[in-house]
């Protein structure tokens, strides 16, 4: 298509900015799913406050027309497949990833939104707010309440709690991993990745979505997350382990993509020893993972795996 032009300052038209016709074209549409994304959150919010924020938000969910959408994070499109070979177009049904924007209200901290694929709520939300500093453990939420239609979630923490996390939100790396227990094989981290694989229901469906999957040392999976974006299945997954009475500390997480800094800072924030993905890590996920005590292993498919930092937790592994 035609590209995004911005002429530089000096040439024409004065040295003032000038976008091509599509480029203010995808201005456009980039403000007007912003502005769709503000009025989906805003009207949210203002149905709780309206309600009171200790009322239980409504389940307006239908079962009978979003449940089967909502509940499998796909949504049925039609769309038109056409061949380089000169074979005639074909309109037909295409399975997507369904993403859209989550309002999250902590009580008395603050209103967030989340664009994600909207399943397993509860989970992502524990997940998130542990990853933003926003609490420690589960024992830090006293209540919450998750709506379908719109997807939201309303939060509740413990008064102590709520008093840290006005404070703001967290950044940056957590303190380093103080766990050294884990041990795992090469064949075992391939293993994991094959049983993950067979597991991921919207991907194969759609092509579409990342996965995350908390595992033991003996290669137990015990959590899987599941999202259009990787911090976000990252984050299902950290919280349906801590939902099902889990501990994330001490354990290995797979994931479906690459690894970014982001990712190993969740890590770090899980107390989790070892990152296997399937893809590349960046420089700085190297650099963060190294400084955080946590063992990540990128590549790992096929026959083959490359651990890039602490090789002492894959059994078999020289140090560099």
């Not at 700085?284 to 602490?310: K, P």
């Amino acid at each position: 298509g035609q590209p995004l032009v911005i002429q530089q300052p000096g040439g024409v038209g004065g040295g003032r900015s000038m976008l091509s016709e599509h480029g203010r074209y995808m201005m456009q549409s980039f403000r007007e799913m912003q502005d769709r994304v503000r009025g989906l959150a805003d009207a949210w919010f203002s149905e709780i406050t309206r309600r009171g924020t200790n009322s239980t938000p409504a389940a307006t969910h239908d079962p009978a027309t979003d449940g089967p959408r909502l509940a499998s994070g796909t949504q049925r499109v039609t769309a038109v497949q056409v061949s380089s070979t000169g074979a005639s177009a074909i309109r037909r049904p295409c399975d997507v990833a369904v993403e859209t924007v989550v309002a999250v209200r902590v009580v008395d901290v603050g209103e967030f939104t989340l664009t994600c694929t909207p399943t397993d709520l509860e989970a992502l939300t524990i997940g998130w707010a542990l990853h933003a500093g926003l609490i420690s453990g589960l024992a830090d939420v006293v209540e919450q309440h998750v709506t379908h239609n719109p997807p939201a979630v309303e939060i509740w923490l413990a008064d102590d709690r709520r008093s840290a996390a006005r404070a703001g939100v967290a950044s940056g790396c957590p303190h380093p991993v103080r766990g050294d227990s884990m041990r795992v094989s090469p064949s075992l981290l391939l293993g994991v990745a094959r049983q993950m694989w067979a597991t991921q229901a919207i991907f194969q469906q759609t092509g579409g979505a990342h996965a995350a999957g908390i595992f033991q040392e003996d290669g137990t999976i015990l959590a899987l997350g599941q999202d259009i974006g990787r911090h976000h299945a990252f984050d299902k997954a950290v919280g349906q382990c801590l939902l099902e009475g889990g501990a994330t500390a001490g354990q290995g997480i797979m994931l479906s993509g690459r690894v970014s800094l982001e990712l190993v800072s969740k890590a770090a924030r899980a107390g989790i020893e070892l990152i296997s993905a399937v893809s590349a890590p960046s420089s700085l996920a190297i650099e963060t993972a190294q400084r955080a005590n946590i063992t990540l292993c990128g590549f790992v498919r096929d026959t083959r795996a490359t651990v890039f930092t602490h090789p002492r937790r894959v059994v078999g592994t020289p140090e560099p």
